[in-house]
């Protein structure tokens, strides 16, 4: 059978671009599809969205080349507050603290807005061989038994050896493919936006758990911090459609006078929250990626960083069974990548699911027990540094990539 690409990734988002990166880097033929315009892909307009990316993924963008076009423009995560709170009084007393000082690899992570790091990953596209950049959106696929056989808007069909779903928490790759998803939805919205304030943040992050939702400040280059503020959808409807001026003024009870006045930079967005995990993250000559196999809630910031661990992953699989002369397709590569995948982003999602249920509880016996847990954690080091790491993306069995070390 005549190819006409190794794989074809269907999404450019993030994920797609990492991976059609990391898969070239290795010498093999892909083809990016993405249904998106260049020139909105690299918007260099600051509107305040930004990514808290583990160390580890850190290492898999400079293991692909892409960090030295947005280190000096990341802020990197010295410390993180986690406490449960009420708006207006700040976290309890009972709270857990991570301070970087207490790995050896430096900062936990680093806030690197959307206009950076996405034009970064598109930049490295352009330079890069063995990747074809196409304008499109996959309609259908057909899993063959030596290949798939890929046809986009277009009409234009595509022979590979495998089909990457890149796209979403509601993938048409999936779909086609017959996996089903199993998750519920939260009844929050998020309400995401960027802030200037008076003070230093020193590049501290902060979690707050109120009542409504999750709420977090995130540090961002010079005095400015990226907020997410999770709340009830009626309450977040409410302040989304407030004028600039009125959200201000619901959004200084929570956030607190410790950085100063705050005003608002930048644009406000919303986004419903729910749990979307796909039942398999693989199928005939298919793999899922990111969202594609598990959306989760925006808690510690985990979304983006769970799909660049599903990318290492499967970019590992993927080139050491070209290496081995095995076809990239099978049930038998594919496994792999999903017996790697498995535990922790089912981990990632349940758990950040039950933080935010317990922490969101209307019940002040059960976010007791939630604060008690924080304050257990922080008063024993060993479990408090593992967790470090853990968030760090430094832990368990980790692809090479995330150890910044070429495939």
Known sequence: MDFDSDIVIAGGGLNGPALALALAGAGLRVTLVDPAKRADRKADDFDGRAYALAHGSRNLLAAVGV???????AQPILHVQIGEGHAGQGASPFSLDFDHAEIEEGP???MVEDRHLRPALLDALDEAAGIDCLRNTVTDHEALAAGVRVTLASGQQIMARLLVGCDG????????????????????????????????????????FLPGGPFAILPLQGNRSSIVWSEERAQADALAKMDDTAFLTALRPRFGDFLGQIGLAGARFSYPLNLTLAQ?????????????AHGVHPIAGQGLNLGLRDVAALAEVIVDAKR??????????????????????????????????VFSSRMPAIRAIGAAGLSVTNALPGLRRRLIREAAGLSGDRPRLLQAKPL
């Open 67 to 73: 960090w030295p076009a947005v280190a000096d423009k």
């Open 108 to 110: 936990m992570g680093f």
């Open 169 to 208: 928490r509601k993938s048409s790759t999936a779909q086609r493919t017959g996996i089903t998803r199993q998750g519920w939805d939260y009844g929050q919205t998020a309400l995401v936006c960027a802030i200037d304030h008076e003070r230093p943040h020193r590049g501290t992050a902060h979690q707050l």
């Open 280 to 292: 398999a993250i693989h199928g005939p000559r298919v793999a899922l990626v990111g969202d594609a």
């Open 324 to 357: 081995r002369g095995e076809d990239l397709g099978t049930e038998a590569v594919l496994s792999r990548y999903a017996g790697w995948r498995r535990f922790d982003s089912a981990a990632i999602g349940l758990g950040s699911d039950v933080v935010n249920r």
